[in-house]
């Protein structure tokens, strides 16, 4: 790791070092509601202006992607990712939508052979 007037914090194995809350300006609430599987996509609509980390995400949702999948991408904390994702959906950049479920979640013989296979391994 280094440091310097005009040297990057680098971390040799994980790459360059950016505290959460300064990629959030200090916020650590989204102001959208977001959760692990929704899907946010991008409207082509981009800010004028938008940090690295809003960028990065932008280019991640050019077809509907998952907020884990982007947070996974990007190597951010999901917390950071909700917050980063909001600002692009307040800004019109991004659009998002709940997560389609293929299967009913209060079906008991689904969820019966959920628990089944959950006790096998």
Request: charged content about 25%; glycine content about 4%; aromatic content about 2%.
């Given at each position: 790791?280094?440091?310097?007037?005009?040297?990057?914090?680098?971390?040799?194995?994980?790459?360059?070092?950016?505290?959460?809350?300064?990629?959030?300006?200090?916020?650590?609430?989204?102001?959208?509601?977001?959760?692990?599987?929704?899907?946010?996509?991008?409207?082509?609509?981009p800010?004028?202006?938008?940090?690295?980390?809003?960028?990065?995400?932008?280019?991640?949702?050019?077809?509907?992607?998952?907020?884990?999948?982007?947070?996974?991408?990007?190597?951010?904390?999901?917390?950071?990712?909700?917050?980063?994702?909001?600002?692009?959906?307040?800004?019109?950049?991004?659009?998002?939508?709940?997560?389609?479920?293929a299967?009913?979640?209060?079906?008991?013989?689904?969820?019966?052979?959920?628990?089944?296979?959950?006790?096998?391994?």
């Amino acid at each position: 790791m280094t440091a310097g007037d005009d040297e990057v914090w680098l971390d040799d194995d994980a790459g360059p070092l950016v505290r959460p809350y300064t990629v959030t300006a200090g916020r650590t609430r989204p102001t959208v509601e977001l959760d692990l599987l929704s899907l946010v996509v991008a409207t082509g609509d981009p800010p004028p202006a938008m940090d690295p980390e809003h960028a990065k995400a932008l280019e991640l949702c050019r077809t509907p992607t998952s907020v884990a999948e982007i947070a996974a991408h990007l190597r951010l904390p999901v917390a950071v990712t909700k917050v980063l994702l909001a600002d692009l959906v307040e800004g019109r950049a991004l659009t998002t939508r709940a997560p389609r479920t293929a299967a009913d979640p209060t079906d008991r013989v689904l969820l019966e052979k959920l628990l089944d296979g959950l006790q096998r391994v």
